[in-house]
């Protein structure tokens, strides 16, 4: 199966709701039917078989979490949410990593090939949602005409933010 007939199999329900829109959302959710069947394999083996479990629900949260967090008021909220998410989608590379000797390497290294995918879409979004929450702040600050510094801005402002985002 590909991505796109994947895509194809969605239920409109699901691709109407504007959270279809986040790409580490659709990504996260193909991510878990895939991970289905590989944790179908490793409960096969009993030597994998708490690995399975620990394993889908690792890769089972990822959109969980997303969805949660896409569903909040606040971009604080939402940063909390994702960064849920960011860490079962780490979570699941080591438990692919883990798993590479009954999935195989080549299994494994896609898996984890499309969670780092989603984990640098994650790193992205985390302090996108925390800049939506600092931007409001800054909103009160320009309505009442003056800027809280003067010359340059500070070390933290959304231009070095925009600059320097932390890939890790």
């Known amino acids: ?46 030597r994998t078989l708490d690995l399975s479990g620990q394993l889908y629900e690792a890769v089972g949260s990822i959109g969980a979490n997303i969805s949660e967090g896409f569903s909040r008021q606040s971009g604080r909220d939402r940063a909390r949410f994702y960064e849920y998410a960011l860490g079962s989608a780490r979570e699941s590379r080591t438990w692919y990593f883990n798993a590479r000797h009954i999935l195989t390497d080549l299994v494994a290294t896609h898996r984890i090939q499309l969670l780092t995918q989603i984990i640098r879409l994650l790193m ?19 309505a009442a005409g003056s800027l809280p510094w003067t010359e340059s801005p500070p070390a933290n402002s959304l231009d070095q933010l925009l600059e320097n985002v932390p890939l890790s």
């Open 1 to 46: 199966m590909t991505y796109r007939e994947w895509l194809n199999r969605i239920p409109k329900e699901m691709t109407a709701d504007p959270l279809w829109t986040i790409e580490a959302y659709r990504l996260a959710m193909f991510a878990a039917d895939v991970g289905w069947a590989d944790a179908t394999k490793l409960m096969q083996d009993k």
């Open 124 to 142: 992205v979004m985390v302090p996108d949602q925390r800049r939506n929450e600092l931007r409001e702040g800054e909103l009160s600050y320009t």
